[in-house]
């Protein structure tokens, strides 16, 4: 009777025991789950913004790609004004020149 006895305690003691323990991990197990969600979720949330960075990024450089164009255009042009306006000087020097000359000769004459 006491061996029955005792022996139904244990096993009684041990299934409970065992109980516990199995809802002590089934909640750690839960909370894991929800931690590993939590991060799929972040990461995904992160993987989203670093496209749409790179996507505006590339924009960014495909623009800074264009104004160079345009600056190496606008440069050239400059150049090139640049020398039509020491022409013009020169030939604006040249006739002035000729028309000092002309006033000279003017004078002369008179």
Request: hydrophobic share 45%; glycine share 2%; charged share 20%.
């Given at each position: 009777m006491f061996?029955?006895?005792?022996?139904?305690?244990?096993?009684?003691?041990?299934?409970?025991?065992?109980?516990?323990?199995?809802?002590?991990?089934?909640?750690?197990?839960?909370?894991?789950?929800?931690?590993?969600?939590?991060?799929?979720?972040?990461?995904?949330?992160?993987?989203?913004?670093?496209?749409?960075?790179?996507?505006?990024?590339?924009r960014a450089l495909g623009n800074v790609d264009i104004l160079s164009e345009e600056l190496t255009k606008l440069r050239n042009e400059l150049k090139v004004l640049k020398q039509r306006n020491a022409k013009h000087r020169q030939e604006v020097d040249r006739l002035n020149a000729k028309i000092k000359a002309l006033e000279s000769r003017i004078d002369a004459l008179l």
């Open positions: 061996g029955e006895w005792s022996l139904l305690t244990i096993l009684s003691i041990v299934s409970i025991y065992l109980f516990v323990k199995m809802f002590y991990f089934k909640s750690i197990t839960n909370k894991e789950q929800r931690s590993n969600d939590l991060m799929k979720l972040t990461l995904q949330e992160a993987e989203i913004l670093i496209r749409k960075y790179q996507i505006q990024l590339q």
